[in-house]
């Protein structure tokens, strides 16, 4: 068994999710993305990987994931949730400690996001991309906060340039 498939068994082992062939091709789909992906783009790639599978299959493996704390969900320009590598993937990666160490393919989505309207691509930004200050003892809340969510919807680079060669 490859190695890397041995690692997303043993992660979807410790957060308690059954390791099948599908649930491990889902789950490395969507952490070694280097950016949040919609369900949509996870059926392209299976497609192009020569493999079937249908959207309502898809759909529970994400809703399970989504209970594990495995992937979160962030919302988008659009109707459709795009998908990231979840806080208790990191936590049971971090369980096993140093002789399984993920490295550079986990990534973690705790910082601002770029959604393009045009084209629905949505990217990473550098955390301190966007500044966020809730005021002292977050007084304006009206209870505590568990997460903060910040999107910027604008239109990319590749799009701005397609746009402009129309012209
Ligand atoms: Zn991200
Ligand atoms: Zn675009």
């Known amino acids: 068994m490859e190695e890397k498939e041995k690692r997303y068994r043993q992660i979807l082992r410790a957060c308690g999710v059954r390791p099948t062939r599908r649930r491990i091709l889902i789950l490395q789909a969507i952490t070694e993305a280097n950016r949040p992906v919609s369900a949509a783009e996870l059926m392209a790639r299976h497609r192009r990987m020569g493999l079937t599978m249908d959207r309502a299959t898809l759909y529970r493996t994400l809703n399970l994931f989504l209970e594990k704390g495995l992937v979160e969900r962030f919302s988008s320009g659009d109707s ?9 993937h990191e936590q049971a990666e971090a369980e096993k400690s140093s002789a399984h160490h993920l490295g550079r393919d986990s990534f973690r ?34 209870g505590r906060a568990l997460k903060i969510e910040v999107r910027i919807d604008g239109i990319c680079q590749e799009c701005c340039e397609k746009m402009e060669m129309d012209h």
């Open 80 to 88: 459709s949730f795009r998908f990231g590598a979840g806080t208790r």
């Open 109 to 142: 989505h705790d910082h601002p996001h770029f959604f393009c309207t045009s084209c629905g691509r949505m990217s990473c930004l550098a955390g301190d991309a966007v500044q966020v200050q809730l005021t002292a003892g977050n007084q304006a809340l009206p």
